[in-house]
């Protein structure tokens, strides 16, 4: 008991004291994570608003696609990643592999549906009379589109908070893509996978701390985005 209260305070001592190690994994962990969520939501957002607005052959099945692919294993997202990156591989060419770049393909690739998945439900799910009206007073396609994006901006930005949850917990398919490389390609989750292997639970701890405190910032917004877009 001793032991585990005394990891705590030296938990604590390394994030009141900005210890120089935890910053730059933090760091990188919000650039990686960012980077993939920025990636996902301006291909996601408009994929959505397609998906939701247009009729074209196979829109179900892309819709299904996407909802299926919600659930995608990150182990498996990070093989696919490491198979295309591979010096052996279409995409080898690039020298990406165990870089910071091949991480915010994988997390991409596992935000992706998210975002296209919960934006199009919040644009679906806008009153149908918002797209009649704003056609009726001459409002191009385009116009129209945007409107009901507008509509469904609390949903849309949802879709975008929990996709971000998503990437800032993930470890399998980052730890495959980018080696768990000190200093380089090391982040919060695969430090506190191998520190607690090697036994030095402070800075594990420190970071368990930090994460958990960011998941509750992600889930506090998220909940005043649904509650706002509820009393609209």
């Not at 390394?14 to 939501?41: M, Y």
């Not at 279409?90 to 998945?117: D, K, N, R, W």
């Not at 800075?203 to 930090?210: H, K, Y």
């Amino acid at each position: 008991m001793d032991s585990i209260i005394e990891g705590f305070k030296k938990a604590f001592i390394l994030i009141f004291n900005l210890n120089t190690e935890l910053l730059g994994i933090i760091f990188l962990s919000l650039k990686v994570s960012g980077s993939a969520l920025l990636v996902s939501a301006v291909i996601g957002i408009p994929l959505s608003a397609i998906l939701g607005l247009k009729k074209f052959p196979a829109k179900g099945f892309v819709i299904s696609l996407m909802n299926t692919f919600m659930g995608l294993p990150p182990v498996v997202v990070g093989l696919f990643v490491y198979i295309l990156l591979s010096r052996s591989g279409p995409l080898g060419f690039m020298g990406l592999l165990y870089t910071p770049s091949a991480m915010v393909i994988a997390q991409t690739i596992l935000a992706l549906p998210i975002v296209v998945s919960l934006c199009h439900s919040a644009i679906v799910g806008v009153d149908p009379i918002i797209k009649q009206a704003s056609m009726t007073l001459g409002a191009t396609p385009f116009q129209t589109t945007i409107t009901i994006i507008k509509e469904a901006r609390y949903g849309i930005m949802s879709g975008v908070i929990a996709a971000f949850g998503r990437v800032m917990a993930e470890v399998g398919a980052i730890l495959i893509v980018g080696g768990n490389i000190a200093g380089y390609t090391r982040v919060v989750t695969t430090t506190i996978a191998l520190e607690t292997d090697k036994g030095n639970f402070e800075l594990a701890l420190a970071l368990g701390i930090i994460l958990l405190t960011i998941s509750l910032l992600i889930n506090v917004v998220l909940h005043f985005i649904q509650k706002k877009g509820m009393v609209k």
